[in-house]
């Protein structure tokens, strides 16, 4: 079966500084891959996903995230991090159903 | 209706109680999906529903029992729970054979067994 892991449990940015969140797959064939966000107590909110063509995805609240098949990885990304993107970030693949990482709990610094 | 409503949001009950729990969507999906979310956990799947019918069980415990009563509507009802059944509940939906947006989920109903 399909699995994706997120090697970071926390990551600390400050506010206004660029943002990288790790994501690997394991599959050989194209994966269809999510990227959501849960704020604390909230429910899943889709940023972005990726199934095939063009490598960078853009996606809400101005994150993107790029699939590199040479590395496995689609890691997630935001040039200038702002306060309210405090939130758990699950990277997430489909395999007749969707499977999720770990997670990664984002602090934003001020 | 782009929304996926959970009620109740939050549900304390006693081990020997039976509430429900109740997932509402109109956006004219066919999949619909029951999760539970632990403590700083990624939610884990427990029931799929595919055009009313059960799909998939993830092994779940009988005190939880699922219902779809038609395409808009999946309950989850408890009964004899235990302490560690305390989660947060999250419920899901997506258009079936066409997982390209994703799911939408719930706000989730918060869950204490006392």
């Known amino acids: 079966a399909q699995s994706v892991t997120q090697p970071d449990i926390h990551i600390t940015v400050s506010e206004g500084a660029s943002l990288e969140l790790r994501c690997n797959y394991s599959y050989g064939a194209t994966p269809y891959l999510f990227w959501y966000v849960q704020s604390p107590g909230q429910g899943l909110q889709l940023l972005l996903k990726?199934?095939?063509?063009?490598?960078l995805v853009q996606g809400i609240k101005g994150f993107e995230a790029e699939f590199k098949r040479s590395q496995s990885s689609f890691n997630l990304r935001k040039p200038s991090v702002h306060w309210s993107d405090a939130a758990e970030y699950f990277c997430?693949?489909?395999?007749?159903?969707?499977?999720f990482g770990a997670g990664t709990r984002l602090t934003v610094k001020p | 209706d782009t929304e996926v409503t959970q009620t109740p949001k939050h549900l304390v009950m006693g081990m020997t109680n039976k509430k429900s729990l109740k997932c509402e969507q109109h956006m004219g999906h066919r999949a619909m999906y029951w999760y539970k979310q632990k403590a700083k956990k990624p939610p884990e799947l427990m029931f799929v529903y595919s055009y009313e019918k059960l799909s998939i069980n993830e092994s779940v415990p009988s005190r939880f029992s699922p219902e779809c009563p038609n395409s808009s509507l999946l309950n989850l009802h408890l009964h004899a729970l235990q302490p560690e059944d305390s989660a947060l509940y999250l419920c899901?939906?997506?258009?079936?054979?066409?997982?390209?947006?994703?799911?939408?989920f719930g706000s989730g109903t918060r869950l204490t067994v006392v």
């Open positions: 899901a939906s997506s258009p079936i054979g066409q997982v390209l947006g994703g799911y939408t």
């Open positions: 997430a693949v489909w395999d007749n159903d969707m499977r």
């Open positions: 990726y199934f095939s063509g063009d490598t």
